[in-house]
């Protein structure tokens, strides 16, 4: 199928493209495409007009400054990929790229765009969960930070007003030598996951000292579970600790699709748990999960 009709746009600043957003009536704004391009085809969206976000200036690059790995908006998913600094300073995100997709699309998908198609599945979703990152956000009223618990308002629906524009992603940077497992389950290699798992950890001295445990595609945003974290910090990982603490995940309230029922998600939500916290602890054996693609 072909999109609708729609008039393009190729604003080269962001104050352009603010202004654009501001005026037009029914715009979309156009980043790596992937997902737009196909809810075009198949006419779930139809705007009159298309902003396109790929020459405006600045918008893409990784920094880390004062302990924050800073993203714009329109980096490239492959871009995060090969970058030794991602892969040295944030392995969770390094690990969850791999899952995403397959390198035709990560060569053209953004971080920015991921974040605001917001599918409940999103591994770079549940990343920025995980990591507590903050979204920060342009719009005719100037910039404004939104923590990412507060970011996701809906079901693909991300809680940024109608003229406003993400333009860089803020992660909060682990200790060195901190753990990190994502783990999923999907139908094959490359698609979204069902239900995926992303453990942060640090040991010190035989004890975890801080836990973060995430837990996406059981509802529709990536769900934390606080239960598990407060439980494990202080004591020592064994698979006996946790396999007995995420039992609580089972309690998370799930959606149910054709992929899974709600019960089987809850199912899942237990089992990666376990194995993500296993991973990331170096407890895990060789099984097929938690071999590297
Ligand atoms: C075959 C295939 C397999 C895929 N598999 C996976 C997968 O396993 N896991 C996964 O997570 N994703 C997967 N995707 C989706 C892919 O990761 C997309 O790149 C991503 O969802 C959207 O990013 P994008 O840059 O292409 O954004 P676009 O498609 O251009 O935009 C997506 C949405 O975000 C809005 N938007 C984009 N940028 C901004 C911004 N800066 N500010 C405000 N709004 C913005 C757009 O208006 C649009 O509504 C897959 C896609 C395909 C085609």
């Given at each position: 199928m072909k999109p609708p009709p729609f008039q393009y746009h190729d604003p080269k600043t962001l104050a352009e493209a603010v202004g654009l957003l501001g005026t037009l009536d029914n715009a979309k704004l156009l980043a790596g495409g992937q997902s737009l391009m196909p809810m075009l085809n198949m006419r779930f969206v139809l705007p009159d007009h298309v902003i396109d976000l790929?020459?405006?200036?600045?918008m893409a690059g990784i920094k880390e400054t004062d302990g924050v790995l800073e993203i714009g908006a329109m980096t490239r998913q492959r871009e995060l990929e090969f970058s030794d600094l991602v892969a040295a300073k944030c392995p969770l995100l390094h690990q969850a790229l791999m899952h995403v997709g397959h390198r035709q699309t990560r060569n053209r998908g953004t971080i920015g765009g991921s974040l605001c198609h917001l599918?409940?599945?999103?591994e770079l979703v549940t990343v920025c969960m995980a990591h507590d990152a903050t979204i920060a956000v342009a719009g005719p009223g100037g910039t404004r930070e939104i923590a990412f618990a507060d970011f996701?308002?809906?079901?693909?629906?991300?809680?940024?007003?109608?003229?406003?524009?993400?333009t860089a992603i803020r992660i909060p940077v682990w200790p060195a030598g901190h753990k990190a497992a994502f783990i999923e389950f999907s139908?094959?290699?490359?698609?979204?996951?069902?239900v995926s798992a992303a453990a942060l950890l640090q040991i010190d001295g035989g004890r975890i000292t801080r836990a973060s445990l995430t837990i996406g595609g059981v509802a529709v945003a990536p769900v934390r579970a606080t239960e598990v974290e407060q439980a494990i910090v202080g004591q020592a990982p064994t698979s006996e600790l946790f396999a007995k603490v995420c039992e609580?995940?089972?309690s998370f309230e799930a959606m149910a699709d054709i992929h899974a029922s709600a019960e089987y998600r809850q199912h899942l939500a237990v089992v990666l748990a376990r194995r993500a916290l296993e991973k990331a602890a170096d407890?895990?054996?060789?099984?097929p999960w938690n071999r590297a693609h």
């Open positions: 790929n020459l405006v200036e600045g599918d409940p599945a999103a996701p308002a809906g079901y693909l629906t991300p809680a940024i007003e109608l003229n406003e524009i993400v139908r094959r290699h490359g698609d979204f996951a069902i609580s995940c089972r407890l895990a054996d060789n099984a």
